[in-house]
């Protein structure tokens, strides 16, 4: 941490006293931005993923132009399959589309075993030379989606409102799910452990589809995986955010999960939820995204109950409880950055005199 | 209940001893029933909500074909806004569609006042003809969206991921959006109470988008609606569910809206629910719909776990967490029933005792 001119995120991850909450915004390189809208238009998403210079580039954007605490690699949650073999088609609307999905066994057997370090080399360049550019102003954080979220995608081929196809395969072929989620957990904690040693100072595991799961089954498929996952990570103290979008069960469970930080959406209290597991982990989160649609002065009002929801002390990392929208103005994400930063100096009063 | 020869629903409904969970299944007047795709094949399906043969038709096919406890009148839950005046399309994939959403002061002025007895006489038909073709072998509800959902769809056009439309309105225009929450809780009031005068033994409110709200925002714009269409509805004792899909928090103040009975989803943990609520009101629920993807000794066996969870005693109402998806194989659902029928009266020895 020491030659990072600002630490806030990580000291946060780390439940360390901090002069005020870290803020950064997921999707916050992104298509609110006019910046990144500018360069998207001269090429396709998957170019921008694969070109390090490109990657860095709107990586660094929301540092500069919105002054979050941390930069997170521009890349995509899906790049372990694409990497596999699998053909990946952003579309503007529909969001990622994977022309043939993996519904079989022979599907199965039709992916490649990869190697971060080969096979995903774009990503690992793009963080060491991000790194490079960000020259110690702010953490990088690397992430991943988690192996359930990578093979509900992959076996429906894109999102969802039933997601039939994955739920037919973990109930009528479990033997055929469990073999891929082996391979997956492998796959991202070897690609998490890279983008580590490329200079990524945390990771984060996007698991977006664990809420379409039952408590139990989310058990079984989700959070063992992600157990095993940061189990085999190597890292050196760099912290681990784990974020279960739509998981409101076993909180104190997905506390346990070895990460350091758990992500909450919107519709978690936060209260509740630093009741629950506050002493065991850093919690980030959870303010709803569509409230940056508002008013600044709306905005602040709702982000100042965030902040009293999580109340005094360290252990808090604001971010939004889901990706930032592409129709937000990019006036209103700063407004919200600025007024974390102003405001919530207010609840570390005690981590001052601790500090 | 007196003139029905099987009143386990309502009985249930009302917490009194059974001898038997009864069951029924949201949308099991519908598309995996080769059946009702015949009917469908010959029309559409706002014609077919709006004949009240058909309409009664397909509300008795799944009472004679998979012996549900329970008829729910063949409906959508749009016909509201439908009989408003916006132009409905039903997308066999999309879902529901308004060519003209309702997003400002002008597109809401062109909402017309509806009465359910002259504008929705269609339905008020269908049900007195159901009742008088079922007669009296199970009871039959009428249901209706909830004011919020109903907003939700009027609001977006169709189904959304982010629905930014509606959090735009009750963001930036919250007073348009409280005035039209007005006029739709009257309007659900006065159609639910016109559907017990013409017949329904129990209705239910819908609330599917419930759950895309922050806790907070749920209770101002969602719950305080229903908590008034309830205690407007006209009834003679007929049970009230309440369904807030994708709602997991507040639950004691969702089970004090007045409502008899109140649904859960499958990320609900049942023993938690009735743990919290159980003693104010019944549960229904709350199997994962895609559990009857798969073979029926695997059915039963999540089925049981769905018995053991709410465990001895009256007050559960089976059902899956939500609707029958269209690629069910029929003789699953049946054989869901079945099960139920039978496994569940180990759950009741009590009840039979007091009875």
Redesign the interface.
Known sequence: MEDLQNDLFLRACKRLPVKRTPIWIMRQAGRYLPEYRAIRAKTDFLTMCKTPELAAEVTIQPVDIIGVDAAIIFSDILMIPEAMGMHLKMHETQGPVFDTPIRTETDANKLKQISANEDLKYVLDAISLTKKELNGRVPLIGFSGAPWTLLAYMAEGH?S????FV??LI??NPELAHNLLNRLTDAVADYLSAQISAGADAVQIFDTWA?I?????YLIFALKYVNQVIEKIKRNGEPIIYFPK?V??RMRTVADCGADVIGVD????LA?ARDKIGDKVAIQGNL????L???PS?IKREAK?VLLSYGNGPGHIFNLGHGI?P?VDPSHAKALVDFIKEESTAFHYRDRVIQ
């Open positions: 999102g409102k039933t997601f039939s739920k037919k109930y009528n809420g799961l039952s408590p139990r089954d739509g409101h069960y919107w519709t978690i209290d509740k709803d995204p569509t409230v649609y508002a008013e709306f109950k929208l129709d």
